[in-house]
């Protein structure tokens, strides 16, 4: 009876071993494969992946984005990554695991580190706190992005500002010039003259000084068109109100009549409802060269056109001349500065332009030229809306 029970006793402790000896075995297979799996993953960063003792800051794990293949037994991170022999201790570098030691929190902060090839670089490195059952930092999770593109990139970009800081400058100090030490000789020789003219009898001579004069003039048109465009191009946004363009537009052609009057031609303003916008004072000078490029443009005797068109979110005005047109070669540069359709008899500094298309950027609204199916040009100006769910309402058109 006795040995029934030992006979037992005995199988059912073979049978435990075999059982336990199996799940040793398949425990260590698990584990095998979880340890493969987290090799695996570390090693499909990119980038460089460490796990490092805090306590003597030597690296435990690391990838091969870290290193050339060396034995990294006993090495320490800044030995590795600064070639140094003692820890980081920069203010502009601050070392991640004294600060990860002390607020227990991820940080990331900029480095500069030898790459695997020793080269230096700049990184961005992310670490994060290991603790133990104590909640005591023993470990730190460290993986480092390559940013010396970046910092090159944020350095070039520095530089370039520096740049344009002292070209605005010398700007300025040109436009100063331009504004102060050339128009006061510029508007003592027009006095002489006016003087000069107004005494002078010889028709010779009165045509030297009217063309004098016509170049005086010039030379002032140019000086203030630049500075005024000088002082547009270096605004980002100016002060906006509410306007009516259609009381801005009538008031620039009253101003021209007297000018088109003389060339024998008409000004058909075909706008006659309001046009509510938000804009500043400064539009009316957009409209103004419009308008004075268009009369220079157009035939004696011709007429130029403005009409008004509503559309769900903007205004459209266009203004329209019966003149030679204009190329699509210089379409494209038309309203560059300097640059203007040479004609027999047309002054102009070629700023004119500029300046319209510049004062309509400056309201979020574009700008641009079309032919005139009639022989000519159409310049077509959108400006948005004051508001935007007003009624809609027609316009006079030809």
């Known amino acids: 009876m006795e040995r029934g029970y030992e006979r037992r006793g005995m199988k059912y402790k073979e049978k ?8 040793l075995k398949d425990f260590q297979s698990k584990f095998q494969k979880q340890c493969e799996f ?8 990119p980038y460089p992946f460490y796990i490092i003792n805090v306590r003597d800051y030597s690296i435990v794990i690391a990838n091969s984005a870290v290193f050339d293949g060396t034995d990294l037994e006993g090495l320490s991170c800044y030995e590795l990554t600064h070639k140094n022999g003692k820890p980081c201790d920069d203010k502009k570098y601050i070392c991640p695991i004294k600060r990860i030691i002390k607020t227990k929190k991820p940080i990331i902060v900029e480095h500069q580190h030898y790459d695997k090839d020793g080269n230096r670089r700049y990184y961005e490195v992310h670490g994060y706190p290991i603790f133990d059952e104590n909640y005591n930092v023993t470990q730190m999770i460290e993986y480092a992005l390559d940013i010396t593109d970046r910092k090159e990139a944020e350095k070039a970009i520095k530089e370039y500002t520096r740049e344009l800081e002292d070209a605005n400058h010398l700007k300025d100090i040109f436009m100063d010039i331009m504004q102060h030490d050339l128009l006061n000789p510029i ?19 009165n045509a030297y000084l009217e063309c004098i004069k016509e170049n005086l003039s010039k030379a002032e048109d140019m000086i203030n068109n630049a500075n005024k465009l000088s002082k547009l191009e270096c605004s980002e946004s100016i002060e906006l109100e509410e306007l009516d363009l259609k009381e801005i537009i009538r008031e620039v052609v009253n101003n021209f009549k007297p000018i088109a009057d003389e060339a024998e031609m008409k000004i058909e303003n075909n706008i006659t409802h309001n046009i509510p916008v938000e804009a500043n004072a400064i539009i009316e000078e957009a409209f103004s060269n419009l ?15 403005i009409e008004g068109e509503e559309k769900d979110d903007f205004w459209r005005i266009k203004i329209i001349d019966f003149g030679d047109g204009v190329s699509d070669e210089n379409k494209k540069r038309i309203f560059d500065r300097f640059k203007r359709k040479a004609k027999i008899g047309v002054k102009g500094t070629g700023l004119g332009l500029a300046i319209a298309k510049r004062i ?13 199916t009639k022989n000519g040009a159409v310049f077509i100006v959108e400006i948005p809306k004051f508001h935007q769910n007003m009624s809609r309402r027609d316009f006079t058109f030809l």
């Open 16 to 23: 435990t071993m075999e059982q336990l000896i199996r799940e």
């Open 291 to 305: 308008i004075s490029n268009a009369i220079k443009y157009a035939p004696e005797g011709e007429r130029i056109v």
């Open 187 to 205: 508007g003592i020789a027009m006095g002489y003259i006016h003087i000069m003219l107004d005494d002078e009898r010889d028709p010779d001579k």
């Open 360 to 372: 309509i950027e400056l309201h979020k609204g574009r700008i641009w030229i079309e032919d005139n």
């Open 38 to 45: 987290f090799d695996t993953v570390i090693e499909s960063f």
